[in-house]
């Protein structure tokens, strides 16, 4: 990594949180899960037969650049069995049989009822060959069920409904576990993965077979594929977090980097997902942690590098199986060691590249704040936290207590990504055509400060989509800020010594203490005009004849201070008032002069302007004057309700000349 990037585990760490941002994160991960094993169990029941999901969507193991496809498996009702004393007359029945020529992972399927053709099996008979020792066997010719499919592919027939392509194929299902894989269930695994309860688990589940033969066998048309589905899903299911998007990452890597190189058929998902179980089982678990993200990634990548080399890329659970053949030979070899070696070699720095869902410029993003955020004012954060944080002298023993630098230095960055993200919306809507993708970036700045305190880059965040048009989003995020308020937070006014000692009674860290009980005031510099709602502009050029001292002017004239609690009610009304809400609107309204007569506050100037303004929209003219004298007659110096009174004068010659 370059000096300017941080280094290999903070890398890995800001990856985690960009993967975060592509629907990766846990909650969103088992939320499909569960959707697709519902529509699983719905399908079922609708179709008569058994139907399950497999695959990325199933997994949740895709994004949407991915494009992934949904597998469908359907298993109709014939009987799959490993010994013949189980045979079943009235049920459709086949004996799983091998050879000497029947290679690893791979069976034939031989129809022991051999008196008369049952009816559910009718529509197959003409499927059943002789083998090469007389046995009648399930040839594996394209068992079709649907003749309208928009594609077919191989054993399988392509359909696309209602955004997903769904690729169906027959599976016959076997539940017994299969002799072929039987090592599985007793080699040693020294990092105890998976468990013995999870080996047991896949045991009961049996597998599948699928109508597919092998590539080089003289009988490939009557050979059926060892499937183990069941087991591989779950496993992929007790991935955590770091192993799930460790396999997602190199199927990023493969479609971004290696298939435009060697093609769609030398290296797929499933050897992605080969490599990944095996790595898994055989390291420790401390190393699959999100600051590990890195490395791991890159253990892959050199597992794979060495089945490359060796032509050999075994099945998980039946390791004679080579999944390379046919695949990995000759210049599709030498090409894939090529790109392989050439990821490996750049340590990473091959991520910035990846163009699906975008992850490139969000990383590079991500890795070049801290650069970025040298570039601002360095005054701007550090008059934020002399107005805000440090004002609370009660706290400075507290402060001190607590490795202050260290906890300061953490509420400083959340600081700063919310007034640079701010600063980004407000350059990037000055253009003739609004930049989108720096709008993207300033929004994902402001995320990532929204944690510094109760309502600071929340509710900036809040400001820009209110500018944006983005009704749905500003009230969701003044929602949750509404909920988090509660009578201990400390804004302007401060908070009592008996809520003081309670909260410290909680050992809470100087960044825990921020985030949970403070609301600090929000500021705007003029850099931020663009994206703020525009009552709030004349806020910042407030006029500049005082006789205060150097401080007042330092702090007052450079920003817009806004009381948080009044903001929230503030940006509420706007919200409301453009979708029409006018209980929800007239609510807000009352908060506001609520909250100016009953909590005394230092910036009460700024919020009874601000409160005139929105009198002033709903045509309380007189009432919004009145209200601009009060906060003269508070202030008279450093005010804007000068600025507020003449729009209120042409609001009031507007009204009248509508009158006439």
Partial sequence: MTSNIPDY?????????????????????WKRINMWIQSEEVMSEIDEMELHYFGSQAEATTTPGLRSDVDLVYCPKWRVIKDIKCRMPDISTFLIVNDEHTPPGYVKLQWVN?????????????????????????????????????????????????????????????????DQASLWLTRKRRHNWPSHETIRLIQEMGALLVPVGHKLSQEQHLEWRLSISFGEELLVWLFNSTQYKCYILLKIINKCFIKPVVGDDALSSYHCKTCLF???????????????????????????????????????????????????????????????????????????GISCDNIGQKLVMACQAPVMELQLQSQDVSEILRISILEHRRLNRYFSSREPRREIKTILWKLRCSILGSKLASTSLSLETPDQHGLDMAQELLLWGSSS????????????????????????????????????????????????QAILNENLSTTQLVSQYF??????????????????????FRSTESNQGRAYKR????????????????????????QNNMSHKHAALENMIYFIRYEPRVLKDTSLNLLAYCLTQEGR?????????????????????????TTLINAAFRFLRNEQ
């Fill in 555 to 578: 702090y007052i004239i450079k920003y817009a201070m806004i009381c948080p609690k009044f903001y929230l009610y503030f940006l509420q009304f706007l919200c409301y008032q453009r």
């Fill in 114 to 178: 051999t008196h008369q053709p049952w009816p559910d099996f009718m529509q197959y008979v003409e499927r059943l060959k002789m083998d090469r020792y007389g046995r009648t066997v399930l040839s594996n010719d394209h068992h079709y069920a649907e003749r309208d499919a928009d594609e077919y592919n191989g054993p399988a027939f392509t359909i696309n409904f209602k955004g997903y392509t769904y690729d169906n194929v027959l599976g016959l299902r076997l539940n017994e576990w299969p």
């Fill in 453 to 500: 305190d109760v309502a600071y880059g929340k509710l900036k965040l809040a400001a820009l989509y209110v500018v944006l048009d983005n009704l749905d989003m500003s009230r969701d995020v003044l929602r949750e800020i509404q909920n988090n308020y509660n009578y201990k937070i400390s804004d302007e006014g401060g908070m009592s010594q008996h809520t003081l």
């Fill in 9 to 29: 585990k903070e890398v890995s760490v800001r990856l985690n949180r960009v993967l975060d941002t592509v629907g990766l994160d846990e909650n969103i991960r």
């Fill in 621 to 645: 003219l007189m009432n919004a004057y009145s209200v601009l004298c009060k906060s003269m007659k508070l202030t008279n110096e450093y005010n804007a309700a000068r600025w507020h009174i």
């Fill in 519 to 540: 609301a600090l005031p929000v500021l705007y510099h003029p850099s931020e005009i663009n994206c703020i709602p525009k009552a709030v502009i004349p806020e910042i």
């Fill in 278 to 352: 095996y790595l898994v089982e055989n390291t420790s678990s401390a190393i699959w942690q999100p600051k590990n993200l890195l490395l791991c990634v890159d253990l892959c990548l050199r597992l794979l590098h060495n089945w490359v080399e060796s032509k050999m890329c075994p099945n998980y659970f039946i390791p004679e199986e080579n999944m390379f053949h046919c695949k990995v030979y000759g210049h599709v070899q030498v090409q894939l060691l090529s790109v392989l070696g050439n990821l490996l070699r750049q340590e990473g720095r091959y991520l910035v």
